[in-house]
């Protein structure tokens, strides 16, 4: 069925390393994308977001790529930081503007950094 | 800066007792979602709510769930006769408009436990 799934349960990476977060999404009419990140005990937070007319955003040491070709999202974090450490979700809204924030999230990866 | 705020933090029932998760969304926003999250696995969407309705429900929000509005700051989830498998943490979210770029807003989760 439609699903968003992520490639690496867990990922490590040294202190300022730049780390890259992996998602796939089966759904091509999903046409805007977000990432999350969740420290434990919190809820999720937005990190960055990018619609299906782009293929590339940039925010502040944080950069998603979308692949529409392969269905296929990506987070890159450059410099990455101890406080970087949480678990990241994609999530999709396959349903536009017609079901608002239904959102459909992945499984998850969690990203630990080492000092 | 504004957030949303979810009570209680942990709840504790009885299989077959009834539950109200509470939430105070960010005062300029006009959508209002909950979503739950079981342990280890995915954040997945139940509902979401507009213009003192409900816009959209998964299959997940079935007859037992229900959300109101009671007044002008609160947003709550009511769980009729909780089952184990409703055991999970609950997530409220609030956006200031829908769809593309209404960003979520998720407050820190109601976990609730069913015994």
């Known amino acids: 069925g439609e699903s968003v799934g992520l490639h690496l349960p867990t990922l490590s990476v040294q202190e300022g390393d730049n780390s890259i977060i992996n998602c796939a999404y089966s759904?091509?009419?999903?046409?805007?994308f977000i990432w999350y990140k969740q420290e434990s005990g919190k809820g999720p937070q937005f990190i960055i977001d990018?619609?299906?007319?782009?293929d590339k955003r940039q925010g502040q040491r944080v950069t998603v790529l979308l692949n529409k070709t392969v269905k296929h999202l990506s987070l890159q974090i450059a410099a990455t930081q101890p406080g970087d450490s949480a678990v990241y979700f994609c999530?999709?809204?396959?349903?536009?503007?017609?079901?608002?924030?239904?959102?459909?999230f992945g499984g998850g990866t969690r990203l630990m950094v080492k000092p | 800066e504004p957030e949303v705020t979810q009570t209680p933090s942990h709840q504790v029932t009885q299989m077959g007792q009834e539950v109200i998760l509470r939430c105070v969304p960010i005062?300029?926003?006009?959508?209002f979602y909950w979503y739950r999250q079981i342990l280890g696995q995915k954040v997945e969407f139940l509902v979401s709510?507009?213009?003192?309705?409900?816009?959209?429900k998964s299959e997940i929000f079935d007859d037992q769930f229900s959300v109101e509005r009671p007044d002008g700051s609160n947003f709550t989830l009511k769980i009729r006769s909780t089952k184990l498998e409703d055991s999970a943490m609950y997530f409220c979210?609030?956006?200031?408009?829908?769809?593309?770029?209404?960003?979520?807003?998720f407050g820190e989760g109601s976990r609730l436990t069913v015994l």
């Open positions: 999530a999709e809204n396959p349903f536009g503007q017609k079901a608002g924030n239904m959102l459909t």
């Open positions: 005062s300029n926003h006009l959508y």
């Open positions: 990018i619609r299906s007319n782009m």
């Open positions: 759904n091509s009419a999903s046409d805007y």
């Open positions: 979210a609030s956006s200031e408009y829908t769809g593309v770029g209404g960003e979520l807003f």
């Open positions: 709510f507009y213009n003192n309705e409900i816009s959209e």
